[in-house]
């Protein structure tokens, strides 16, 4: 069956960074392309990044362009977000997300997400 | 900026019929959005209810169905179940590898 298992989260200073990871299993990583959505506590999703299969596509919600970074290694079967810069605002739930595949545009799968918290 | 708009809450009936939209804040929601509808308790991970519009998720119930309606896309709770009672997210596919979700819908069942 389809896993994913997020990790890296935990309480970083303003400014710091950190890198989450996703750890899937249960279908060919190597083949879908993959989405990370954060949730800020008490609020609804927001769409961060997407990643093409091979990773040679990258696009990211215009609140995090240029602060957070989506990777892939395909040999680990896992996919990352490196979060730069860290702002208060960026405090939520990190889950990462399979793409249904097949020109659905749409998510299939979801993680149980990793926490992150900005705080001095 | 593109908003994607959904009611901030609806309350049903054991047994009632709920309709939830997912709108845009200019202009309309066509099948090219691919509108997609996910359910979330408090505390969990988002459920896949619905994708490409009206397709159904594997193990979701028939009573959860999806279309457009008007300039909108919808999903609908017919004879909604306790069970039922939870936040509701649609997304829309913008084009260029970019989603947007509405702000999401409160299901009470009362």
């Known amino acids: 069956q389809v896993q994913l298992v997020e990790s890296g989260g935990g309480v970083v200073q303003p400014g710091g960074s950190l890198r989450l990871s996703c750890a899937a299993s249960?279908?060919?990583?190597?083949?879908?392309?993959m989405h990370w959505v954060r949730q800020a506590p008490g609020k609804g999703l927001e769409w961060v990044a997407f990643?093409?299969?091979?990773?040679?596509?990258?696009q990211y919600a215009e609140s995090v362009k240029g602060q957070f970074t989506v990777t892939r290694d395909n040999s680990k079967n896992t996919l990352y977000l490196q979060m730069n810069s860290l702002r208060p605002e960026d405090t939520a739930v990190y889950y990462c997300?399979?793409?249904?595949?097949?020109?659905?545009?749409?998510?299939?799968?979801w993680g149980q997400g990793t926490l992150v918290t900005v705080s001095s | 900026q593109t908003v994607v708009t959904q009611e901030p809450s609806f309350s049903v009936s054991p047994g009632g019929t709920v309709t939830l939209t997912c709108g845009l804040s200019?202009?309309?929601?066509?099948?090219?959005?691919?509108p997609s509808w996910y359910q979330q308790t408090p505390g969990q991970a988002p459920r896949t209810l619905i994708y490409t519009t009206n397709t159904r998720s594997s193990g979701v119930p028939d009573r959860f169905s999806g279309s457009i309606l008007g300039n909108k896309a919808a999903l609908t709770i017919t004879g909604a179940q306790a069970e039922d009672e939870s936040d509701y997210y649609c997304v829309l596919y913008m084009g260029g590898g970019i989603w947007v979700f509405g702000g999401g819908t409160k299901v009470t069942v009362l």
């Open positions: 249960g279908f060919t990583f190597s083949s879908y392309n």
């Open positions: 200019s202009g309309s929601v066509s099948t090219s959005y691919y």
């Open positions: 990643i093409q299969y091979d990773g040679n596509n990258k």
């Open positions: 997300a399979k793409d249904q595949g097949g020109g659905s545009c749409s998510f299939d799968y």
